[in-house]
């Protein structure tokens, strides 16, 4: 992997005010330590860290900073970013060394297509994003790429079965999930088997027709009546 540089200013001022006074005039406040060299206040430029940080290599990139004519391999190790903005408002960098083994976060890509979990109406569910794999700063991944075109529904693919480079190791648990292929989703209307479905279907009919029924006979009746009560009216009349 190779090291890139970036310029640091040594001797900032500390505390919130000046701190934003840094990033108003474009630079990052951040500290440098590791390997007997006790915490230093440092600034460097907004911009080339930006550049730094969105290689390949993401978070993980080595940094040659270049200190008061010294440099120092360093990694970006602690980063704060605006909650709003997504700026980064702070890094902690640390001192590392090209032979020493360190810990880093790695995310986990999915490559490939599940056809056959496509096929049949399911879904590929993307567990675990990132790894915390261990290494020298130069063998580690960018990536870990998981190849799901062989995928099928009820699957799973775990930690075990990542394939990480000679010289990464992690000491993840081996059985947790990273993908798993998922059968469909199921609703509650296909949980209904389809002879009660026709059954309900029926009931429901009859219960509309019986309610038609019912409402006849008292319109017939009331009709009755008023026929009554007029052959009623006419006999008395004629009377």
């Known amino acids: ?22 990033r108003s ?9 590791g390997h007997g060299v006790d915490p230093l206040p440092v600034a460097v430029d907004a911009k080339d860290l930006r550049a730094a940080l969105t290689t390949d290599a993401g978070l993980n990139a080595l940094l040659a900073l270049k200190l008061d004519g010294a440099t120092h391999l360093t990694m970006a190790k602690v980063v704060q ?5 997504g700026t980064v408002a702070h890094v902690d960098f640390q001192i590392v060394r090209r032979d020493e083994v360190v810990t880093a976060e790695v995310p986990i890509v999915l490559v490939g297509e599940a056809t056959l979990v496509h096929r049949d109406d399911g879904h590929v569910d993307h567990q675990q994003f990132n790894i915390a794999v261990h290494a020298v700063p130069g063998l580690i991944p960018n990536a870990v790429e ?3 075109s062989g995928l099928t529904i009820g699957q799973t693919i775990r ?3 990542l394939g990480l480079p000679t010289g990464v190791t992690t000491e993840m648990d081996p ?13 509650e209307a296909d949980l209904v088997p389809e002879g009660e479905e026709a059954v309900a279907e029926e009931g429901a009919e009859a219960e509309v027709e019986g309610e038609g029924d019912a409402g006849a006979p008292t ?14 009216g006419e006999q008395g009349g004629e009377g």
Do not use: C, F, N
Request: charged share 20%.
């Open 1 to 22: 992997m190779a090291e890139i540089p970036i310029a640091a200013e040594a001797g900032r001022p500390v505390g919130s005010a000046q701190s934003r006074r840094l």
């Open 25 to 33: 005039a474009g630079k990052v406040p951040a500290v440098v330590y």
């Open 81 to 85: 970013r605006h909650p709003v903005r």
């Open 146 to 148: 998981v190849d799901i």
């Open 159 to 161: 930690v075990a079965e």
């Open 175 to 187: 059985e947790a999930p990273v993908v798993v292929g998922q059968a469909p989703q199921v609703s």
């Open 219 to 232: 319109g017939e009746a009331t009709g009755s009546s008023a026929e009554g009560g007029k052959a009623e």
